[in-house]
């Protein structure tokens, strides 16, 4: 079912009151880490107090916490449960028996496997150029240029690497070899020189007062990638700033947003990260509707828009 956006050409600021329904004081919300952040991220942590400033009562719970008991939560949203990755299976099972759980674990399944892009490449989303090698697949890098390995299924930009070729096709060769013996599916995109200069753009939307997904706000992600894969990379070492998106940007994620397989009121926030392509149009890097990063402390009022949203959602 396409996807019902709300085109806007600028941040939505909610000058509402609160909802009209009255939040008991009792209602509860879990915000979703795991044991690396069992306070959360930093930057969740205004999403947090402005919900607390609403007398809700709000935890910080860990996804894989056998004492954690969420039929006792009114709401329950992903915020940074990011060592899911090797252990997606799991991920998945306990998002399945969670009640009242958002993002929805369809989505969830949908979006945490990066063939995802096949999906919206098929509904005519411009995507950056990717190519799949799947275990038991030999890959044979290209002649020249610069390249991206990473796993279809990763979060935090963990096992992912780029290689300048052909000086190191040996190493991106390795690579694509390491992920396939480990039963992981590979894909190879070229690396956009775009990043080193304008940077990627992140457009952050959450659900307006009607439900309707509607733009918030958007940032500029400075590189991150240097050379070959040396392990996990600091999510906290990315160089944010704000960032208006550009019309064709907008336009482009509207069209992402309207290729989600799921019904509108589903999603409680979606992050399109765009960059532009060789002729400078925007291309789609990553959708992020499973545990992103949202950037509340870049935006002025973006606390206070997601907080709006989780308070309409409550019973």
Known sequence: MAL????????????????????????????????????????????????RARNLVVDAVSWDDPAADWDTYDLTVLRSPWDYVPRRADFLTWAQSVPRLL?????LRWNTDKVYLRDLEAAGVPITPTTYVRPGETWTPPTDGEWVVKPTISAGSQDTGRYALPSQAALATAHVDRLTAAGRTAMIQPYLKAV??????????????????????????????????????????????????????????????????????????????????????????????????????????????????????LP
């Open 103 to 107: 993002n929805p674990v369809d989505i």
């Open 4 to 51: 019902d956006v709300a085109p806007r050409h600028g941040p939505l600021i909610l000058s509402l009151p609160h909802p009209t329904h009255a939040t008991r004081e009792t209602s509860r919300v879990a915000l979703v880490t795991c044991d690396l952040f069992p306070d959360l991220w930093d930057d969740d942590f205004p999403l947090r107090d402005e919900l």
């Open 196 to 313: 080193d200069t304008d940077g990627e753009t992140a457009l952050l939307y959450f659900p307006d007062a009607t439900g309707r997904l509607s733009f918030s706000h958007a940032v500029r992600k400075g590189p991150m990638l240097t050379g070959p894969d040396e392990g996990r990379i600091d999510p906290g070492s990315e160089q944010i700033t704000v960032r208006t998106p550009s019309p064709a940007e907008l336009t482009t994620a509207e069209q992402v947003l309207a290729a989600i397989p799921s019904s509108p009121a589903a999603l409680l926030y979606a992050r399109v990260d765009l960059i532009p392509g060789p002729d400078g149009l925007p291309m789609l890097l990553e959708l992020e509707l499973t545990e992103p990063s949202l950037f509340l402390r870049t935006a002025a009022g973006a606390a206070a828009r997601l907080a709006d949203a989780i308070q309409n959602r």
